[in-house]
T-cell receptor, first 109, second 116 residues
């Protein structure tokens, strides 16, 4: 299974940017990097994904290192509703998602 | 908003009883997944369907577990002779699988099972 390493928890202040790191040193050339998040008492929801280039959408930005061995999910202005567990997942072609324990993000008012 | 729905949301049962959960995916989605999630862990893959065909089952899926998707629409997950270790959140997700494109999975709210 493709492996990622994330900090167990992080804290942020409301309305400040948040950078959530993910290490994936064993990534192979065709593995996509996906991020999902899980709000309390809900199922996970898709945030963003990318392969090599940085990606932006309305929820977040994904910055991928040049060697692809790490990536960072960026929330530009954290809100209280962004408090969740964030999962960084490598998706090899033809294989299923493998979720780790993720990073629990707390947002302080 | 016709997202993925699951029923029931909560289930308490006694050890040894059978339970069945239902998942209604997003209507045009051809793939349906079942996951199990225990406290403090991420979801663990159990099985998935492409239309009505069950294409893969995890080693986590013991012979007490069975899943069906009879008409390629809703799916059921049954656990027979429940054990306390089956207590978990059972999540369903669906996606529209298109060859060559990365899939985005849409999750339901889950069914929380407690086995006493």
């Amino acid at each position: 299974d493709a492996k990622t390493t994330q900090p167990n928890s992080m804290e942020s202040n409301e309305e400040e940017p948040v950078h959530l790191p993910c290490n994936h040193s064993t990534i192979s050339g065709t593995d996509y990097i996906h991020w999902y998040r899980q709000l309390p008492s809900q199922g996970p929801e898709y945030v963003i994904h990318g392969l090599t280039s940085n990606v932006n959408n309305r929820m977040a930005s994904l910055a991928i290192a040049e060697d692809r061995k790490s990536s960072t999910l960026i929330l530009h202005r954290a809100t209280l509703r962004d408090a969740a567990v964030y999962y960084c997942i490598l998706k090899p072609r033809g294989q299923n998602f493998v979720f780790g324990p993720g990073t629990r993000l707390s947002v302080l008012p | 908003d016709t997202g993925v729905s699951q029923d029931p949301r909560h289930k308490i049962t006694k050890r040894g009883q059978n339970v069945t959960f239902r998942c209604d995916p997003i209507s045009e989605h051809n793939r349906l997944y079942w996951y199990r999630q225990t406290l403090g862990q991420g979801p663990e893959f159990l099985t998935y369907f492409q239309n009505e065909a069950q294409l893969e089952k995890s080693r986590l899926l013991s012979d007490r577990f069975s899943a069906e998707r009879p008409k390629g629409s809703f799916s059921t997950l049954e656990i027979q002779r429940t054990e306390q270790g089956d207590s978990a959140m059972y999540l369903c997700a669906s996606t529209l699988e298109v060859v060559g494109l990365q899939e985005t999975q849409y999750f339901g709210p889950g069914t929380r099972l407690l086995v006493l």
